[in-house]
């Protein structure tokens, strides 16, 4: 695989008028699915219950403009999807400027941008277009035409799960619902996919992968009323991929308990990149979904700019010169080592009594001397001091102020020399707490 | 009801001479006996023993006063009952100044106030007078008289117990043995008579309500020593409802624990009022008794200004100016709040996987558009995530920032389209710091 | 015993040349051995197998110097035992300047110092001089001799047991290891012989006492390998004594886990002195061991000047002018409180329900005044008001604020008065958090 390959995919996939469903999301699940080898492909008819939502009508969207008198095209849906309201009914008629100025959503505060505006629970026509360009519609009268279907259809979604030698599972979700927008979309499915690339072609996995290729909201709602009793039983960590694509400082947004596997490993390995921890309460994507009180899923996000909080989030802005190789190969990092962190993350047991004599073994200074070699040994005996079968890599990280990987390598050279082994456990046990929760959840009786 | 009144009440009942004991109690229990039905009298005799106490003689008191040999009164009793220094045996004599010096009681730091002075449980008489009043004693002798008895009698307090859907109670506890002051002693009475008045005009209480009219300290020691089992069995909360009646920023004392229901619920409603949160360690009142570890009841109290830290404090400049109208109603709506939030203070829990479509119960907006509505709406999700049936409300209130009273407000909504259900349970469990720590004094063996 | 005699003590055993074994170590245990009746001499054997480590060679020295082709010694044992680097193999030959170069260890930092330097565990010759003296040698050649042998030989170490009321024991341990250095080795054993003589004088013991004299790390590991069963079904708290001589602040090491009983009472008798608490992160003593994973023992330390933090650590420098007896003194002094502490902290249970009525016993004003004696009452109802048969002596003291001395006097009273009594039950139960980790430790399944 070539990760250099992402901003491609996403160059490839930008045209594609991606929304809750339509041909916009088969095109997109068709290309991922050249690159992802595994992938399954689902769908839901219109009208399909899952939980508390009912799967709405298949919007086909052909084509849309706004057309002077004289036949030019002021607005016109073939230079921008985001044109378009998501989900908007046809329409083919002449009409006042003052009757369409109802139908049009721009942006005040950012005269040069289109927003990205749906309405996919109520049925309305609209343009999304710039102040600028609302400006100069100077006429009087316009033609419309919306050429779109809601129909009865279908709602698309893929998932692809990869075994390892563990049934319990790491969850990756990321959306296909949104048209040509860069970091709020685009940079999810490709980092989404390189990471399911580079997991299938690891020789051994510990964990099994489910990763999920959705329409945000109502696909995890589909998909968790098709999975959750085994997601339940089997997640141990869990990610939203979403806004991975820039460049700016690191986000994390937590779990609903805060303190899942997933919340302390992407914390492990945001701390030595500049971060800001969002609350739960901040909260906007399938987290919503996946960590519902009755849900409860260890599922966090790490993002570069969380959505909702840049200048261009669900504008034109958020386009592909936001979003840079560079930025979605150092989210590929992060979640890679995340990954990393996970597998290795055993909880460690010294077999020897008391300090074993590393001296012997060449891990320790024969010469006793104040300032020689200090930190280094006191690393390695700082390490081992905590190996008591009840801390995870990451909690021994945490202790002595070494960074995760440090720590794993670590373990490999004790576990060489058999001064610690690794102390079996069900891996739900490295975070009690989502358990715990989940079963007073189940157990409490009803009035 | 009409809490116009309270500070009404406290004019009527500020001659009375309220002591431990004595007629001046009998009037004021005789006086709140009337504007609370089914208020119950009881007493105990002189000799009583009540755990490790022993009720001391009845104090009758009829007149006090200092008097120049030409029969002019320097400090006489009718006019202001703390003269009298509280439980004096009878005196009638001519004395020296010098030997009067012995027998009178001055605050030197407020030379214009008169102290409050009392001595229950050890002979002695004496006067209390300001010190410009000693200042003005310049004869050689004065005649002083008081005419008091000290002879076996009763000491009286008063109940009602309001009872509600279930048996547990909360507790609402003040005190009646203070002559004129109005801060720390009528503000208690008139606030828990106007709180027993709201209670008993409910139509369905879910909890029964304890109120209790005693004599400070040896009057909780008899009726816990009445009541113990069913106090410490039933009891999820309670309070001492005194310092209530002036206008200056709000106090609140913690119980032992500092995490009962009581305190949880006070804290909630005292949030977004300015207030300071004393140490248990700088209590004063009955929950010296209340608290004891053998006693252990989760018993708070919130204050405007807390005894012994403001100026006028067990001095006759706590009067009924200090003691507004405004001063009492505010306080009648603090203990209010807190009532109503453990009336509604249930555990919630989400009766949908995932959240929701609230779109189509009109609580959600069907245009998806940065900024439209967005506060009210991640509010409404923000309540529904932490429904998951361990959160109770003033828990919910606290993780997401939302006034309690917004949040039972939520609570209705949702319970009404059967988004969430009450989980049902102990609500004693709502507390449990306070069960363990009990369970743990009655069952650790003895030498 | 005569506390005045510790600075003669470590006076007498500075010229003694100790090491990991020899005959420094066998001198200064006879010399011990005399001002602590009870003590037991013990050894091993070269080649003998404690857990992970084998006990080397015996280390014998008789002399050691480098001489000038006149005759002339620049650097003399005799003159000071840190000459010689610890450990040396024999050597008797003349070398050049430039070959004995490579033997020489200096503290290029320190021209003046003579540090101390160490090769146990790999076989080397060298001296350790100051830079002034290395300076000094401009010949070029010189006449090294060290008469040395290593051979088969033992390992000598000591301890002693006071027996106590109860069959819980309290370790202390020192080192007997380094040659002439003051703070960082004498301060040790001299303060631990106190220690242990005026615990030989107390006639009631509660606890037992486990008195270790033994070289560092590898002593531990065959002291473990020896006792380690009864000492951790026994251990209730311990000190590894050492730096305790000079006058500088507090320093404390705390324990793994930070809350045994040894760190609770070390910290509040600490309470009252400027103290500095390192991380068990920088420990160096034989807590290495003691505290090991596997071990878990509640080891703690209070220091003056912590190894490796002072400037004269491990040089020339530490020595008994650095090291006074006032010094020597304020350290017994805190480590004797520690072990009152420990000997008296009882969990109280009041005997009353309520607040007891302590005016009739002459514990509480019969005048109710504001402001008379209001602090040593409300001590003592705040004393009371934490004795729920929960909470320690130490436990109290933390919460009132009240000197851990101070609550053991008041403690005493109200004992008298049959207001409180102790609660009977294990002393381990009070530092659970050690035997919970060491119960993981031993009983979670391998792989």
């Not at 003052?98 to 629970?121: E, F, G, M, W």
């Not at 009793?229 to 460049?247: K, L, N, P, S």
């Not at 690191?250 to 992407?266: E, H, I, K, Q, V």
């Not at 690393?379 to 081992?384: E, Q, V």
Request: hydrophobic residues 35%.
């Amino acid at each position: 695989m070539n990760n250099q390959s992402m901003h491609q995919w996403a160059q490839d996939l930008w045209p594609m008028c991606r929304s809750l469903t339509g041909q916009g999301v088969r095109d997109t699940l068709d290309y991922l699915g050249k690159l992802i080898p595994g992938m399954r492909r689902h769908f839901v008819p219109t009208g399909y219950q899952a939980f508390d939502w009912t799967v709405p009508k298949e919007w086909t969207i052909r084509d849309a403009y706004i057309e002077d008198m004289s036949g030019n095209r002021a607005i016109d849906f073939k230079r921008n999807n985001l044109h378009v309201l998501g989900y908007s009914t046809p329409i083919n008629a002449v009409i006042s400027r003052h009757d369409l100025d109802k139908h049009l959503y721009t942006l005040p505060d950012q005269p040069s941008a289109i927003p990205y505006v749906t309405s996919y629970y109520s049925e309305r026509w609209g343009f999304c277009l710039s102040e600028v360009q609302r400006a100069a519609l100077t006429d009087d009268r316009y033609k419309v035409v919306i050429d779109s279907d809601l129909r009865d259809g279908v709602l698309d979604f893929a998932d692809v799960i990869l075994p390892g030698e563990r049934k319990e599972e790491v969850l990756l979700s990321t959306y296909i619902c949104h048209p040509s927008m860069a970091n709020n979309e685009l940079s999810g499915p490709v980092v989404t996919t390189a990471l399911a690339r580079w997991l299938a072609s690891l020789p051994n996995r510990k964990y099994t992968y489910r990763i999920v290729f959705i329409p945000e909201t109502i696909g995890s709602i589909i998909y968790l009323s098709q999975h959750l009793e085994a997601m339940q039983e089997r997640t141990i960590a869990g990610y939203i991929v979403t806004c991975v694509g820039d460049e700016r400082a690191w986000s994390f947004l937590p779990s609903r308990s805060g303190n899942t596997l997933a919340d302390r490993a992407a914390l492990a390995v945001l701390r030595d990149r500049e971060h800001k921890v969002y609350s739960f309460l901040e909260r906007g994507s399938d987290e919503r979904q996946y960590c519902a009180p009755t849900v409860n899923l260890p599922v966090a996000s790490i993002m570069r700019s969380k959505y909702g909080t840049f200048q261009e989030y669900h504008t034109s802005l958020d386009d592909l010169k936001f979003v840079t190789q560079n930025g979605l190969e150092e989210s590929f990092q992060a979640y890679r080592s995340c990954i990393e962190l996970i597998e290795n993350n055993e909880r460690w047991r010294a077999t020897t009594f008391g300090e074993p004599q590393l001296g012997k073994r060449g891990l320790y200074p024969s010469l006793s001397r104040v300032g020689s070699a200090q930190d280094e040994v006191r690393t390695r005996m700082n390490f081992l001091a905590y190996c008591d079968g009840t801390n995870d890599i990451i909690a021994i990280s945490d202790l002595i102020g070494v960074a995760p990987g440090a720590c794993i390598e670590l373990a490999d050279i004790f576990h060489k020399h058999d001064l610690i082994k690794p102390v079996l456990g069900n891996p739900l046990r490295l975070h009690g707490a989502r358990l715990d929760a989940h079963r007073i959840a189940c157990t409490t009786e009803d009035r």
